[in-house]
T-cell receptor
């Protein structure tokens, strides 16, 4: 049983570019959350998708957008990249009504913006 | 916004020692969780706490949910080399969808 898988594992972009990160949830899960983890800090909640809709959103600008597909996989898009967007982007999956300890994290995508 | 303050930021351990770290918040959380993150990996859940005052163990790990619901601590007894890593506390307010607020982490290193 595959866990949460994210692609790519590493990515280098330049300021002003756009990036798309991908996540496949753990088998059987229907909810995907995205977190940003800057170097030396804890993860910060970006947003969450369930039934192909954004259900909750953290304090991130509109440059950050997402999508969930009918197969529950998800994409995170960041437009007009800034140097400060350099971070590890973590995807986590769960079932919508399960307790929070059932949240499983992927290994992340390391994004470097030059 | 909500913040979790975790301390210490880093600590050195010697094999066999007990270590302790804690987390405080300006907001009440209904669930407290402790995660460990190894390099190149996502956080892995160690312990989840659901009730104020609850004390829960998982092997050599013990965690408590503070009475005020604004704090938690994690103890590691008889530390071993594989305990090295970054430990994060996280809080959830229990709404559907399970959004987590994380602390800044405690980096556990081995004494040279």
């Amino acid at each position: 049983d595959a866990g949460v898988t994210q692609s790519p594992t590493h990515l280098i972009k330049t300021r002003g570019q756009q990036v798309t990160l991908r996540c496949s949830p753990k088998s059987g899960h229907d909810t995907v959350s995205w977190y940003q983890q800057a170097l030396g800090q804890g993860p910060q909640f970006i947003f969450q998708y369930y039934e192909e809709e954004e259900r909750q959103r953290g304090n991130f600008p509109d440059r950050f957008s997402g999508h969930q597909f009918p197969n529950y996989s998800s994409e995170l898009n960041v437009n007009a990249l800034l140097l400060g967007d350099s971070a590890l982007y973590l995807c986590a999956s769960s079932l919508w009504r399960q307790s929070v300890e059932k949240l499983f994290f992927g290994s992340g995508t390391q994004l470097s913006v030059l | 916004g909500q913040q979790l303050n975790q301390s210490p930021q880093s600590m050195f351990i010697q094999e066999g020692e007990d270590v302790s770290m804690n987390c405080t918040s300006s907001s009440i959380f209904n669930t407290w969780l402790w995660y460990k993150q190894d390099p190149g990996e996502g956080p892995v859940l160690l312990i989840a706490l659901y009730k104020a005052g609850e004390l829960t163990s998982n092997g050599r790990l013990t965690a408590q949910f503070g009475i005020t619901r604004k704090d938690s601590f994690l103890n590691i007894s008889a530390s071993i080399p594989s305990d090295v890593g970054i430990y994060f506390c996280a809080g959830s307010q229990g709404a559907a969808g399970n959004k987590l607020t994380f602390g800044g982490g405690t980096r556990v290193l081995v004494k040279p």
